[in-house]
């Protein structure tokens, strides 16, 4: 059956930077719509952080724009999220997800009710 499993998170000081890869197991990641969102709590709502189309056409909240990048590494069915410049804000817990084929509905707002398949989540924290 399909898995997601993300790897990478840490505990890394304010300026720093993290990589964050999600593999995907049984089934082929090439043409689907991909994310990265993040969620403070489990009582909060998942955040969408990042969002990847078939085209790899990305879209990013406006909070990490410029500091965040999301690519496929479609071969090794593998969803990567390189952190720039990270804030105490941007600790959470970052989930992996994979939706429909094609385009992200609704990119560059894609909901999280748009993914099908989600990974257990890697944690991340920066401190100051």
């Known amino acids: 059956h399909v898995q997601l499993r993300e790897s990478g998170g840490g505990s890394v000081q304010a300026g720093g930077s993290l990589k964050l890869a999600c593999h995907v197991s049984?089934?082929?990641?090439?043409?689907?719509?991909m994310g990265w969102f993040r969620q403070v709590t489990k009582d909060e709502r998942m955040v969408l952080v990042a969002t990847i189309d078939r085209a790899k056409r990305s879209s990013y909240a406006e909070f990490v724009a410029g500091r965040f990048t999301i690519y496929r590494d479609n071969p090794k069915d593998t969803l990567n999220l390189e952190m720039r410049d990270l804030k105490p804000e941007d600790s959470g817990t970052y989930y992996c997800a994979l939706g429909q084929i094609g385009e992200c509905p609704g990119a560059p707002r894609t909901s999280a009710g748009a993914f099908e398949y989600w990974g257990q989540g890697t944690p991340v924290t920066v401190f100051t």
């Open positions: 049984d089934l082929s990641i090439s043409i689907r719509c």
